[in-house]
């Protein structure tokens, strides 16, 4: 039985794609402040993790998908590379971004773009590095986004995807409903002034193949390497490939 497809706003006139830009551009303003504070502040952590993971094959060239405000291309400057791209569809996500870099005087080294995670404007094997954080659960065609990601990485260049998972074991998979179902929706609803962005959030999370379903996908288009780490008692997982 196919899955239902899960959108933001369940509009049939719009594709998942057109409602995960509008949703970003609506909520952009109080992204950062509620992924922090929705978090915890861990998500730093996370990010800081998966970024070490890159570190044994020195990226020069590192091309971060699904980038928002720039959060995990900024921490990817702590492997010292000379050019970092973050990709995003929302504009509105894109300018946070662009503003952040101005501010913190990286923006010679991180450019940000619109771009479509599907269709990506560059050419073959040209990054050594690629980074996604939370972003492959909002694809609309998840294969053709992998496959796409895995196309402008050079050959021995690797791949790291970070994305939220659902907790098995006590008492973090029972803290995590409770926080799913109950507060992010309030705060987020209460904050971004948003309420479907923030229900749509572990509803995707819900629907989205994780461990070793994703690992099973990634390798069929190719990823070699292929593994995952969970980090948080598996409230987020790591998953690395390279091609």
Known sequence: MEKKEVKPYG???????E?????????????????HF???????????????????????KILDIATGTGDFAIQSLTLHPEEVIGVDISEGMLEK??????????????????GDSEDLPFDDNYFDALTVGFGV???????????????VVRPGGKLIILEFS???RFPVKQYYAFHSKYIIPFFGKTISKDASAYTYLPESVAAFPEGKDFED???KLGYKNVGAKLVAGGIATIYFGTK
């Open 11 to 17: 509009d049939s006139n719009k594709s998942k794609k």
């Open 19 to 35: 409602e995960v830009a509008q949703m970003f551009d609506n909520i952009s303003a109080k992204y950062d402040f509620l992924n």
């Open 38 to 60: 929705l978090s915890l502040g861990i998500d730093k952590i996370w990010r800081k993790k998966a970024v070490n993971m890159l570190r044994e094959i020195n990226p020069t």
């Open 97 to 114: 971004g662009r503003e952040k870099m101005v501010k913190r005087k990286i923006d010679h080294i991180i450019s940000m773009r619109s």
């Open 137 to 151: 659960r909002n694809f609309q065609n998840l294969e053709i986004g992998l496959a796409e990601m895995l196309r």
């Open 166 to 168: 659902k907790p098995k």
């Open 217 to 219: 996908i990634l390798m």
